[in-house]
């Protein structure tokens, strides 16, 4: 994303060092639309994850449900196994997604948890606005 803000190139590179150094969300450089397709495509994946754990469960697999890395790479087709207590901990909140380390992109998420296996992300933005509308736990219509 670094490219698209040296794009516009309309602010002096001080400000810049300024508005980062701030803490700002650095989500106002990817532009919503992306945001948003990231968002879409993230919960694609923990519908698919819903019903991994629907089969870990009917197979009493209790303590291991083996879900796809929610992360925003397209072709990323890696695994995470989570306890069901973790896997359950993670649905709680419609925009925590549970992705790979080094699978997290600070641009559209902020990591709030992360242990040896797994790193669970936060979305914001409209990134994190697609995934409470498309959160299959609490969908509202
Ligand atoms: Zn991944």
């Known amino acids: 994303m670094r490219g698209l803000s040296d794009a516009v190139g309309d602010e002096p590179s001080d400000h810049q060092t300024r508005f ?10 990817v532009p919503n639309e992306q945001a948003r397709e990231v968002g879409r495509h993230q919960s694609l994946f923990r519908e698919v994850n819903e019903r991994i754990d629907e089969l870990a469960e009917a197979f009493e697999l209790r303590d291991e449900v083996p879900i796809l890395c929610e992360c925003a790479t397209t072709d990323c087709d890696e695994r ?53 509308e498309l959160d299959p736990r609490r969908r509202v219509r």
């Open 20 to 29: 980062r150094d701030g803490g700002f969300p650095t989500h106002q450089e």
């Open 80 to 132: 995470i196994v989570l306890t069901q207590a973790e896997y359950d901990d993670l649905r709680r909140s419609p925009t925590h997604f549970a992705v790979l380390p080094g699978h997290e992109i600070p641009t559209v998420e902020r990591v709030v948890e992360r242990n040896e296996r797994f790193i669970v992300v936060e979305k914001f933005g409209e990134s994190g606005r697609a995934a409470i």
